[in-house]
């Protein structure tokens, strides 16, 4: 049990920048920082990513991953948990906010990739593309962290099957909060 608690505290960044772009999207002041990160851009006739995935989102995300990589160092400071040998991040150093920062990148470019291909099959912003839209994030996220460490496959698999159970459980919860506009 100590062992999946931890392999969620690894990858709570990524998850948290996940929600980092809708949450950004309800903050007044930054309504106006929307620029695309397609720049209005189209491959084969059809927009790169779409005008949902933006400048803001990326930053919001990254920032997002910073301050859960900043809250993990000072959690461990203060209680010294997870223990080092159960997890690859030193918790105790920078390297738990340098981490937090490239899952968080790693979760937003993770979203970016897969709005690449719904809009290369057609499939609209909005609509769910079931267990891409639900597994993106997390898969960027183990995939840009494979230069600072590697974990058994079954870790791996661990994670994406808890990611594909939360998505739409923080969906709905987003979406009741009136944070987003559908549950999906």
Known sequence: MTELLALIWLFLPAGLANTAPVLANNVPVLKKFTQPLDAHKKFRGKRILGSHKTVRGLLAGVLMGTLI????????????WPSTNLLPVDYGSIEAVYIGSVLGFGAIVGDAVKSFFKRQVGIKPGHNWFFFDQSDYIIGAMLISLPFFTLPLSNYLFVLFLGLILHP?????????RLQDSPL
């Not at 990589?69 to 010294?80: A, D, K, P, R, T």
């Open 69 to 80: 990589g900043v809250f993990q160092l000072v959690i461990f400071e203060l209680f010294s």
């Open 169 to 177: 459980v923080i969906n709905v919860f987003a979406w009741l909060l």
